[in-house]
């Protein structure tokens, strides 16, 4: 079955901290997804990596950075976290050039 | 212009109703199309994938009119289950963007 592993469902952090939110996925795909979902928003990409060490920014890069070291991993990196990056953070991935995202379960993170 | 656009809703109907949710899509480029199902806090899945002739899997059927650039989700027989959050999903020829409608809420009442 497939499986989308975020780190952390639930993160308080304080302004200016550096946060770290991990995905694993145990499905060999090379595509790669951080999106943040607000109310009335919808979901918004934040990066995407293509293959290892491979990425690109999204609609909304400012304040983020990723890492995808290894093909299963990719990690979202908030340098110094702002209250305005108070969001619930989703991981997904995809088989290049097939088919839908799966998703992670999500990371809640509140910046006080 | 929003690349996705869907009415938020709610929709609240009662159980065994027929309800049906449309979504407009700004690139007449786009290629592939999906209805993700999203729980109050939890992560989106995928509902279906639409089709260019339409398809159908049970309760629920997905149409694409190219022309106009929409997608439609039929729900037939509402069960309490489907109370969910439905985003329409378009990906773009060319590239890895996916794009998110906010969502349409549905409410199914006993």
């Known amino acids: 079955d497939v499986k989308v592993t975020q780190s952390s469902r639930y993160l308080v952090k304080r302004t200016g901290e550096k946060v770290f939110l991990e995905c694993v996925q145990d499905m060999d795909h090379e595509n790669m997804f951080w999106y943040r979902q607000d109310p009335g928003l919808g979901l918004r990409l934040i990066y995407f990596?293509?293959?290892?060490?491979?990425?690109e920014k999204g609609d909304i890069p400012e304040g983020y950075s990723v890492s995808r070291e290894k093909k299963e991993r990719f990690s979202l990196i908030l340098e110094s976290a702002s209250t305005n990056q108070t969001s619930m953070y989703l991981c997904a991935s995809r088989l290049r050039g097939a088919g839908e995202l799966f998703f992670g379960e999500g990371s809640r993170l509140t910046v006080l | 212009r929003k690349e996705v656009e869907q009415d938020p809703g709610p929709f609240n109907v009662p159980e065994g109703a027929t309800v049906a949710f449309n979504c407009t899509y700004s690139?007449?480029?786009?290629?592939?199309f999906f209805w993700y199902r999203q729980d109050c806090r939890k992560e989106p899945k995928l509902l279906m994938s639409v089709y260019s002739s339409g398809n159908e899997d049970g309760r629920f059927t997905a149409q694409l009119n190219r022309a106009s650039q929409y997608i439609s989700l039929l729900i037939r027989d509402s069960k309490l289950s489907d109370s969910a959050t439905y985003l329409c999903v378009v990906k773009e020829n060319t590239g890895n963007q996916f794009y998110f409608g906010t969502g349409t809420s549905l409410t199914v009442i006993p």
């Open positions: 990596s293509y293959d290892v060490k491979m990425k």
């Open positions: 690139n007449s480029a786009s290629q592939s």
